[in-house]
């Protein structure tokens, strides 16, 4: 297990669409598995797609219910999606959201508030899965990832523009 360098923008890899994941015994896979999820949990960040750690697979992995503290605990349910991809979509709403390869911003978008995702598990086979509230927003926002798109592309030319100069800003002020 190891925690990895999270890619930021402007990386090309965060561009790229990745590719489909073909052959389910590749046992590389599941130290990929387990070093994403580390690597999300450590960030702390609720989803984490492979480009993100410089990996162009389509593979991302979704935590949405271990920051709601249980009794003194964080109960963790890590979801692992395989070529996911989103079938159905209803009830548009307003999302705050950030990435955790844009540190230090968040800003309004769009997103569904249901989806209908199709993926495959760690052993290959297809599955559905209905998700509504945060659960549907982290899948749109993975899946977007994996086509090589960002939430910032969700916004009009004005507020894109005027949220990455203030990204370009964070970053160069010295620590
Ligand atoms: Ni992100």
Aim: hydrophobic residues 40%.
């Amino acid at each position: 297990m190891a925690i990895l360098k999270i890619v930021e923008y402007p990386a090309t890899v965060l561009r790229k669409k990745t590719k489909l994941i073909e052959n389910f015994n590749d046992p590389t896979l599941d130290t990929l598995i387990s070093d994403m999820a580390e690597t999300m949990y450590d960030a702390p960040g609720v989803g984490l797609a492979a480009n993100q750690v410089g990996i162009s697979l389509r593979l991302a992995v979704i935590d949405v219910t271990w920051k709601e503290e249980k009794e003194g605990e964080y109960k963790r349910t890590l979801l692992v999606f395989f070529n996911p991809k989103i079938l159905e979509r209803k009830e548009l709403i307003p999302f705050e959201e950030g990435c955790l390869s844009l540190p230090g911003l968040t800003e309004t978008v769009k997103r569904y508030n249901q989806v209908t995702v199709q993926y495959q598990d760690r052993k290959g086979t297809v599955k559905t899965l209905k998700a509504e509230g945060l659960l549907a927003v982290a899948l749109q926002h993975e899946t977007d990832h994996l086509d090589g798109k960002l939430y910032i592309d969700h916004l009009s030319s004005l507020k894109k523009d005027l949220l990455l100069k203030k990204f370009k800003k964070n970053t160069n002020t010295p620590a």
